[in-house]
């Protein structure tokens, strides 16, 4: 029975709910989710929990992640990519040492406001299924963390980049931003999600590759397990003893471990394999989401 995480190379034109349909056709499997959308447009690394491993999507999608791409210069369009209306036109292009500055503005925490066309909720609906129906609508802010953000390039109307962010982030804002902060208007051409978290594009696996073997065994020899996905959490090893009050539902106290700490995500197991994933409050792990 599989039970671990999988990174797909997710394929321009395609959604991420594709490629869960596709595995869970394939794998005989309903349990599966991806950690971090990508838009249609958008390629790269596509994370997904089978089976157990769901459990700690929420829990993954905190990781760092490394997007490549690229601005054309001169037009916006109302989905702030290549796939939308131009809403908006000027004729700019800043010089390369104006764009390199201006870049020193977006760098550790930064308040962004979301596409319009993007999967936050508003009273419960998408924000993209408002924005296709023409329904007006207003977004808030949002504070996002830009680790770091490199120019990879500059010419011909068109700007490509490096950016290494935390999660939550939306490249197309940035992108917007950083033309608005200079007088000008892009829109994104090409966004490839090269890393998020242990997955990179080395260590993913193209649907075409899985559809070739039908003994999945190609699937297995990617497949990671939980422990190895969740190396940017804490973790602590326990007992028999804690890990039955665990699957009880109860509390445990960890203050041999860690005092009267607190910590907003923990990960606890018994002989490297999973028990539990949770919050540590003075001391005291308190279970989230237990594993079988």
């Given amino acids: 029975m599989l039970n671990g995480w999988i990174s ?42 089978i089976g157990e491993a ?80 023409n329904i007006d609508f207003s977004l808030t802010q949002k504070k996002v963390f830009i680790k ?35 007088g000008g208007v892009v829109y994104v051409n090409k966004l490839l999600r090269r890393r998020t978290g242990c997955f990179s594009i080395k260590n993913s696996i193209s649907l075409s590759i899985i559809n070739k073997d039908p003994k999945l065994t190609t699937i297995s020899k990617y497949l990671l397990d939980i422990s190895n996905v969740l190396i940017h959490i804490p973790s602590v090893n326990l007992n028999e003893e804690k890990v039955s009050l665990i699957r009880k539902g109860l509390k445990i106290n960890l203050t041999d471990k860690f005092g009267n700490q607190s910590l907003d995500r923990i990960f606890t197991k018994i002989s490297k394999k999973p028990v539990a994933l949770g919050y540590l409050k003075e001391g005291f792990f308190y279970p989230k989401r237990v594993f079988n």
């Fill in 54 to 133: 769901t459990k700690s999507v929420s829990f993954f999608q905190t990781s760092t992640k490394i997007y490549y791409f690229e601005m054309i210069w001169g037009e916006e369009t109302d989905t702030l990519d290549c796939d939308g209306v131009v809403v908006k036109k000027k004729k700019f292009f800043p010089k390369k040492i104006d764009l390199i500055n201006v870049l020193k503005k977006f760098s550790g925490y930064i308040l962004q406001l979301p596409p319009k066309f993007s999967a936050n909720k508003i009273n419960g609906v998408r924000a993209y299924t408002l924005a296709r129906k």
């Fill in 8 to 49: 797909i190379i997710k394929e321009k034109n395609f959604t991420s709910n594709f490629y869960i349909n596709f595995l869970k056709k394939i794998l005989k499997k309903n349990k599966l989710g991806h950690a971090g959308t990508l838009d249609p447009f958008a390629e790269g690394v596509l994370p997904i929990a």
């Fill in 148 to 182: 770091k953000i490199r120019l990879i390039s500059h010419e011909n109307n068109k700007s490509c980049f490096l950016v290494k962010c935390g999660s939550g982030t939306y490249v197309r804002s940035l992108a917007r931003d950083i033309a608005n902060e200079l």
